[in-house]
Protein backbone atom coordinates (compact mmCIF):
# COMPACT_ATOMS: atom_id res chain seq x y z
CA UNK A 1 0.00 0.00 0.00
CA UNK A 2 1.18 3.08 -1.16
CA UNK A 3 1.96 5.99 1.41
CA UNK A 4 2.90 9.44 1.36
CA UNK A 5 6.32 9.14 1.06
CA UNK A 6 5.67 7.14 -1.94
CA UNK A 7 3.65 9.49 -3.49
CA UNK A 8 6.54 12.21 -2.94
CA UNK A 9 8.83 10.52 -4.42
CA UNK A 10 7.06 10.23 -7.39
CA UNK A 11 7.75 13.74 -7.70
CA UNK A 12 11.16 14.10 -7.48
CA UNK A 13 13.07 15.75 -10.30
CA UNK A 14 14.87 12.76 -12.56
CA UNK A 15 17.67 15.28 -12.77
CA UNK A 16 21.36 13.91 -11.16
CA UNK A 17 22.26 14.71 -7.96
CA UNK A 18 24.81 17.50 -7.35
CA UNK A 19 28.25 16.90 -5.97
CA UNK A 20 27.92 18.60 -3.13
CA UNK A 21 24.31 17.38 -2.22
CA UNK A 22 25.57 15.35 0.79
CA UNK A 23 27.90 18.24 2.04
CA UNK A 24 24.57 20.79 2.28
CA UNK A 25 22.51 18.08 3.99
CA UNK A 26 25.25 17.64 6.60
CA UNK A 27 25.89 21.20 7.13
CA UNK A 28 22.42 22.15 7.37
CA UNK A 29 21.63 19.16 9.56
CA UNK A 30 24.38 20.15 12.10
CA UNK A 31 22.90 23.85 11.37
CA UNK A 32 19.67 22.71 12.47
CA UNK A 33 21.02 20.74 15.98
CA UNK A 34 23.47 23.85 16.78
CA UNK A 35 20.05 25.64 16.64
CA UNK A 36 18.28 23.25 18.45
CA UNK A 37 21.14 23.22 21.19
CA UNK A 38 21.36 26.72 21.37
CA UNK A 39 17.62 27.48 22.46
CA UNK A 40 17.36 24.42 24.08
CA UNK A 41 20.38 26.00 26.45
CA UNK A 42 18.55 29.42 26.08
CA UNK A 43 15.28 27.83 27.71
CA UNK A 44 17.09 26.08 30.48
CA UNK A 45 19.44 28.72 31.62
CA UNK A 46 15.95 30.94 31.03
CA UNK A 47 14.22 28.96 33.41
CA UNK A 48 17.33 28.11 35.78
CA UNK A 49 17.51 32.19 36.10
CA UNK A 50 13.54 32.62 36.83
CA UNK A 51 13.89 29.55 39.58
CA UNK A 52 16.78 31.88 41.14
CA UNK A 53 14.84 34.92 41.00
CA UNK A 54 11.88 33.25 42.50
CA UNK A 55 13.29 31.48 45.31
CA UNK A 56 15.03 34.81 46.39
CA UNK A 57 12.02 36.39 46.94
CA UNK A 58 10.02 33.77 47.79
CA UNK A 59 12.59 33.20 51.29
CA UNK A 60 12.09 36.40 52.96
CA UNK A 61 8.12 36.49 52.70
CA UNK A 62 8.24 32.44 53.98
CA UNK A 63 6.81 33.75 57.17
CA UNK A 64 3.32 35.00 55.29
CA UNK A 65 2.97 31.54 54.30
CA UNK A 66 3.33 29.92 57.47
CA UNK A 67 -0.47 31.64 57.38
CA UNK A 68 -1.36 29.39 54.57
CA UNK A 69 -0.96 26.18 57.76
CA UNK A 70 -4.77 26.21 58.28
CA UNK A 71 -4.99 25.09 62.58
CA UNK A 72 -6.58 21.52 63.53
CA UNK A 73 -6.99 20.44 66.94
CA UNK A 74 -8.74 17.83 68.17
CA UNK A 75 -10.86 19.46 70.51
CA UNK A 76 -12.32 21.08 66.98
CA UNK A 77 -12.18 18.50 65.24
CA UNK A 78 -14.46 16.64 67.82
CA UNK A 79 -16.42 19.43 68.77
CA UNK A 80 -17.34 20.00 64.65
CA UNK A 81 -18.02 16.28 64.79
CA UNK A 82 -20.68 16.90 67.67
CA UNK A 83 -21.86 19.34 65.49
CA UNK A 84 -22.10 17.39 62.53
CA UNK A 85 -24.56 14.57 64.30
CA UNK A 86 -26.41 17.39 65.32
CA UNK A 87 -27.17 19.67 63.05
CA UNK A 88 -25.25 18.68 59.47
CA UNK A 89 -26.26 21.21 57.14
CA UNK A 90 -25.00 23.58 59.53
CA UNK A 91 -22.13 22.39 60.34
CA UNK A 92 -21.03 21.49 56.43
CA UNK A 93 -21.96 25.71 55.75
CA UNK A 94 -19.87 26.43 58.84
CA UNK A 95 -17.00 24.29 57.16
CA UNK A 96 -17.37 26.03 53.99
CA UNK A 97 -17.07 29.08 55.37
CA UNK A 98 -14.05 28.74 57.58
CA UNK A 99 -12.76 27.19 54.19
CA UNK A 100 -13.59 30.09 52.35
CA UNK A 101 -12.39 32.84 54.91
CA UNK A 102 -9.12 30.95 54.90
CA UNK A 103 -8.70 31.15 51.71
CA UNK A 104 -9.57 35.17 51.67
CA UNK A 105 -7.31 35.71 54.17
CA UNK A 106 -4.32 34.04 52.60
CA UNK A 107 -5.13 36.06 49.32
CA UNK A 108 -5.21 38.95 51.42
CA UNK A 109 -2.04 38.40 52.72
CA UNK A 110 -0.20 37.79 49.18
CA UNK A 111 1.77 40.75 48.07
CA UNK A 112 3.19 40.96 44.76
CA UNK A 113 6.44 40.19 45.35
CA UNK A 114 5.62 36.45 46.63
CA UNK A 115 2.95 35.97 43.68
CA UNK A 116 5.50 36.45 41.45
CA UNK A 117 7.98 34.40 43.49
CA UNK A 118 5.44 31.57 43.50
CA UNK A 119 5.12 32.23 39.54
CA UNK A 120 8.71 32.15 38.96
CA UNK A 121 9.18 28.84 40.59
CA UNK A 122 6.32 27.37 39.32
CA UNK A 123 7.13 27.40 35.40
CA UNK A 124 10.88 25.87 35.45
CA UNK A 125 9.31 22.99 38.46
CA UNK A 126 6.89 21.54 36.52
CA UNK A 127 9.25 22.36 32.51
CA UNK A 128 11.85 20.79 34.85
CA UNK A 129 9.78 17.49 36.07
CA UNK A 130 8.23 17.44 32.45
CA UNK A 131 11.81 17.24 30.90
CA UNK A 132 12.93 14.00 33.48
CA UNK A 133 9.71 12.11 33.07
CA UNK A 134 9.91 12.24 29.51
CA UNK A 135 13.93 11.39 29.96
CA UNK A 136 13.56 8.57 32.20
CA UNK A 137 10.79 6.88 29.85
CA UNK A 138 12.84 7.56 26.95
CA UNK A 139 15.86 5.53 28.92
CA UNK A 140 12.70 2.23 29.63
CA UNK A 141 11.83 2.14 26.14
CA UNK A 142 8.90 3.84 26.44
CA UNK A 143 8.16 6.91 23.54
CA UNK A 144 5.51 8.90 23.81
CA UNK B 1 22.47 -20.53 55.69
CA UNK B 2 23.53 -18.25 52.34
CA UNK B 3 24.82 -15.04 53.22
CA UNK B 4 22.11 -12.84 51.47
CA UNK B 5 19.30 -15.16 54.30
CA UNK B 6 21.70 -14.06 57.39
CA UNK B 7 22.01 -10.04 55.77
CA UNK B 8 18.12 -10.23 55.38
CA UNK B 9 17.76 -11.65 58.72
CA UNK B 10 20.18 -9.27 60.14
CA UNK B 11 18.30 -6.45 58.40
CA UNK B 12 14.56 -7.51 59.97
CA UNK B 13 16.56 -7.79 63.80
CA UNK B 14 18.01 -4.18 63.31
CA UNK B 15 14.51 -2.91 61.98
CA UNK B 16 12.75 -3.91 65.28
CA UNK B 17 15.68 -2.87 67.81
CA UNK B 18 15.49 0.28 65.71
CA UNK B 19 11.91 0.95 66.19
CA UNK B 20 12.35 -0.19 69.60
CA UNK B 21 14.73 2.12 70.73
CA UNK B 22 13.60 5.12 68.84
CA UNK B 23 10.69 4.53 71.27
CA UNK B 24 11.66 4.33 74.07
CA UNK B 25 15.00 6.10 74.13
CA UNK B 26 13.65 8.91 72.27
CA UNK B 27 10.96 11.49 72.90
CA UNK B 28 10.20 13.88 70.23
CA UNK B 29 7.62 15.72 72.00
CA UNK B 30 9.85 18.29 74.02
CA UNK B 31 11.97 19.11 70.94
CA UNK B 32 8.33 19.35 68.53
CA UNK B 33 6.93 22.20 71.16
CA UNK B 34 10.33 23.92 71.18
CA UNK B 35 11.08 23.51 67.48
CA UNK B 36 8.13 23.53 65.44
CA UNK B 37 8.91 27.09 64.34
CA UNK B 38 6.50 28.81 62.27
CA UNK B 39 3.91 26.01 62.83
CA UNK B 40 3.76 27.57 65.96
CA UNK B 41 1.49 30.05 65.16
CA UNK B 42 -1.36 27.56 64.85
CA UNK B 43 -2.19 24.72 67.06
CA UNK B 44 -0.97 22.02 65.11
CA UNK B 45 -1.42 18.89 65.91
CA UNK B 46 -2.91 19.90 69.50
CA UNK B 47 -3.64 16.43 70.85
CA UNK B 48 -2.94 13.85 68.02
CA UNK B 49 -1.23 11.22 70.58
CA UNK B 50 2.28 10.66 71.18
CA UNK B 51 2.45 9.03 67.92
CA UNK B 52 2.67 12.26 65.96
CA UNK B 53 3.72 14.62 68.82
CA UNK B 54 6.02 13.02 71.39
CA UNK B 55 5.52 12.98 74.79
CA UNK B 56 3.58 9.96 77.00
CA UNK B 57 5.53 7.54 78.45
CA UNK B 58 8.09 5.57 76.48
CA UNK B 59 5.20 2.42 76.48
CA UNK B 60 2.74 4.67 75.12
CA UNK B 61 4.95 5.91 72.12
CA UNK B 62 5.85 2.42 72.15
CA UNK B 63 1.77 2.02 71.29
CA UNK B 64 2.16 4.70 68.46
CA UNK B 65 4.74 3.29 66.79
CA UNK B 66 3.33 -0.36 66.52
CA UNK B 67 -0.18 0.93 65.02
CA UNK B 68 1.66 3.27 62.54
CA UNK B 69 3.76 -0.05 61.43
CA UNK B 70 0.25 -1.91 61.28
CA UNK B 71 -1.24 0.99 59.54
CA UNK B 72 0.82 1.64 56.64
CA UNK B 73 1.09 -2.33 56.34
CA UNK B 74 -2.59 -2.49 56.10
CA UNK B 75 -2.97 0.41 53.81
CA UNK B 76 -0.39 -1.48 51.76
CA UNK B 77 -2.34 -4.57 51.37
CA UNK B 78 -5.33 -2.22 50.11
CA UNK B 79 -3.51 -0.71 47.65
CA UNK B 80 -1.69 -4.07 46.46
CA UNK B 81 -5.00 -5.72 46.29
CA UNK B 82 -7.26 -2.56 44.20
CA UNK B 83 -4.61 -2.26 41.76
CA UNK B 84 -1.78 -5.35 41.73
CA UNK B 85 -0.86 -4.42 38.11
CA UNK B 86 -0.52 -1.04 38.08
CA UNK B 87 1.93 -1.71 41.45
CA UNK B 88 3.73 -4.50 39.61
CA UNK B 89 4.76 -2.24 37.11
CA UNK B 90 5.26 0.71 39.10
CA UNK B 91 7.86 -1.27 41.05
CA UNK B 92 9.32 -2.50 38.18
CA UNK B 93 10.21 1.03 37.41
CA UNK B 94 11.47 1.85 40.95
CA UNK B 95 14.11 -1.27 40.27
CA UNK B 96 16.53 0.66 38.24
CA UNK B 97 18.94 1.17 40.66
CA UNK B 98 19.93 4.47 42.96
CA UNK B 99 20.02 6.98 39.80
CA UNK B 100 16.70 6.06 38.73
CA UNK B 101 15.26 6.55 42.38
CA UNK B 102 17.91 9.64 42.61
CA UNK B 103 15.41 10.85 39.20
CA UNK B 104 12.32 10.50 40.91
CA UNK B 105 12.99 12.27 44.19
CA UNK B 106 14.08 15.20 41.83
CA UNK B 107 11.14 14.63 40.53
CA UNK B 108 8.61 14.55 42.90
CA UNK B 109 10.17 17.61 44.44
CA UNK B 110 10.11 19.74 41.67
CA UNK B 111 5.97 18.59 41.37
CA UNK B 112 6.00 19.62 45.40
CA UNK B 113 7.42 23.17 44.37
CA UNK B 114 4.95 23.11 41.40
CA UNK B 115 1.68 21.66 42.66
CA UNK B 116 2.45 24.09 46.02
CA UNK B 117 3.18 27.37 44.08
CA UNK B 118 0.29 26.53 41.69
CA UNK B 119 -2.69 25.46 44.68
CA UNK B 120 -1.48 29.04 46.35
CA UNK B 121 -1.64 31.21 43.00
CA UNK B 122 -5.11 29.36 42.44
CA UNK B 123 -6.67 30.71 45.69
CA UNK B 124 -7.31 34.12 43.81
CA UNK B 125 -10.49 33.25 41.99
CA UNK B 126 -13.72 32.06 43.04
CA UNK B 127 -13.66 29.27 40.28
CA UNK B 128 -10.25 27.43 41.46
CA UNK B 129 -10.71 27.68 44.74
CA UNK B 130 -10.90 24.29 45.74
CA UNK B 131 -7.43 23.41 43.47
CA UNK B 132 -5.18 23.08 46.68
CA UNK B 133 -7.41 20.85 48.06
CA UNK B 134 -7.73 18.72 45.33
CA UNK B 135 -4.06 18.95 43.82
CA UNK B 136 -3.22 17.92 48.04
CA UNK B 137 -4.96 15.07 47.88
CA UNK B 138 -3.93 14.25 44.72
CA UNK B 139 -0.38 14.24 45.51
CA UNK B 140 -0.70 12.52 48.28
CA UNK B 141 -2.26 9.69 47.16
CA UNK B 142 0.13 9.73 44.29
CA UNK B 143 3.24 9.25 47.00
CA UNK B 144 0.96 6.62 48.82
CA UNK B 145 1.03 4.75 45.80
CA UNK B 146 4.21 5.05 45.57
CA UNK B 147 5.82 4.41 48.39
CA UNK B 148 3.66 1.11 49.02
CA UNK B 149 5.88 0.14 45.29
CA UNK B 150 8.99 0.96 46.61
CA UNK B 151 8.29 -1.01 49.80
CA UNK B 152 7.40 -3.75 48.34
CA UNK B 153 10.06 -3.99 45.96
CA UNK B 154 13.01 -3.28 48.48
CA UNK B 155 10.95 -6.69 50.32
CA UNK B 156 11.29 -8.69 46.95
CA UNK B 157 14.57 -7.44 46.09
CA UNK B 158 15.64 -8.92 49.77
CA UNK B 159 13.55 -12.20 49.21
CA UNK B 160 14.62 -12.89 46.17
CA UNK B 161 18.46 -12.23 47.03
CA UNK B 162 17.99 -14.52 50.14
CA UNK B 163 16.85 -17.47 47.83
CA UNK B 164 13.38 -17.29 49.18
CA UNK B 165 10.28 -17.30 47.22
CA UNK B 166 9.07 -13.75 45.37
CA UNK B 167 5.53 -15.45 44.91
CA UNK B 168 4.58 -13.94 48.33
CA UNK B 169 3.67 -10.55 47.74
CA UNK B 170 2.34 -9.63 51.23
CA UNK B 171 5.59 -11.23 52.61
CA UNK B 172 7.63 -8.83 50.46
CA UNK B 173 5.37 -5.92 51.41
CA UNK B 174 5.78 -6.94 54.71
CA UNK B 175 9.51 -6.78 54.86
CA UNK B 176 10.04 -3.44 53.12
CA UNK B 177 7.20 -1.80 54.78
CA UNK B 178 9.37 -2.86 58.40
CA UNK B 179 12.70 -1.69 56.78
CA UNK B 180 11.34 1.63 55.70
CA UNK B 181 9.28 2.17 58.76
CA UNK B 182 12.26 1.53 60.80
CA UNK B 183 14.91 4.14 58.80
CA UNK B 184 11.74 6.74 59.67
CA UNK B 185 12.16 5.99 62.92
CA UNK B 186 15.29 7.26 63.19
CA UNK B 187 15.70 10.58 65.30
CA UNK B 188 16.45 13.83 62.70
CA UNK B 189 17.70 11.90 59.95
CA UNK B 190 14.40 9.88 59.99
CA UNK B 191 12.10 12.72 59.13
CA UNK B 192 14.87 13.67 55.69
CA UNK B 193 14.26 9.94 54.88
CA UNK B 194 10.34 10.44 55.03
CA UNK B 195 10.31 12.74 53.24
CA UNK B 196 12.75 11.47 50.23
CA UNK B 197 10.95 8.08 50.23
CA UNK B 198 7.72 9.90 50.28
CA UNK B 199 8.96 12.26 47.29
CA UNK B 200 10.44 9.39 45.49
CA UNK B 201 7.29 7.37 45.63
CA UNK B 202 5.14 10.56 44.24
CA UNK B 203 7.61 11.43 41.38
CA UNK B 204 7.84 7.45 40.58
CA UNK B 205 3.83 7.34 40.53
CA UNK B 206 3.52 10.82 38.40
CA UNK B 207 6.12 9.44 35.84
CA UNK B 208 4.51 6.16 35.47
CA UNK B 209 1.04 7.53 35.83
CA UNK B 210 0.22 5.22 38.66
CA UNK B 211 1.93 2.09 37.44
CA UNK B 212 -0.82 2.76 34.05
CA UNK B 213 2.46 1.64 31.25
CA UNK B 214 1.20 4.48 29.27
CA UNK B 215 3.47 7.68 28.44
CA UNK B 216 3.33 11.38 29.32
CA UNK B 217 2.22 12.58 25.48
CA UNK B 218 0.59 14.92 23.71
CA UNK B 219 0.86 12.50 20.62
CA UNK B 220 -3.43 11.44 20.81
CA UNK B 221 -4.00 15.28 20.25
CA UNK B 222 -2.37 15.74 17.22
CA UNK B 223 -4.22 14.38 14.42
CA UNK B 224 -2.85 12.30 11.52
CA UNK B 225 -2.26 14.05 8.35
CA UNK B 226 -4.76 13.83 5.45
CA UNK B 227 -3.73 12.08 2.66
Known sequence: ?144 | MSRWRAVVLAVIVGAVVLILLSALAFDWGPIWQEWRGPLAVRPIFGGWGPAVTGGGGPLDRLGGELANLVAQFLVGVLILFAAPRHLRRLSLALAGGGARLLRYTVVGLLLAIAIAAVGLLSIFSVHTFPLPFILGAGFFLAALIGVVALTYRLGVGLLVRAGWSDQQPLASLALGTLIVFALTRVPFLGVVILAAVWLTGAGAAIASRLGSGEPWSLLPLLEEPQS
Open chain 1, 1 to 144: MADRMDELLTHLPAEPCPDDLVGRIQSRLAATRRRARWMEQGRMWSLAGAAALGTWLLIPRLGILSTAVPGFSVSGVGSWLSWVLASPADAGGALLSQVLSWGSGLAECMQFGLVLALVLMAAPALYGAARMIASTSAREGVVG
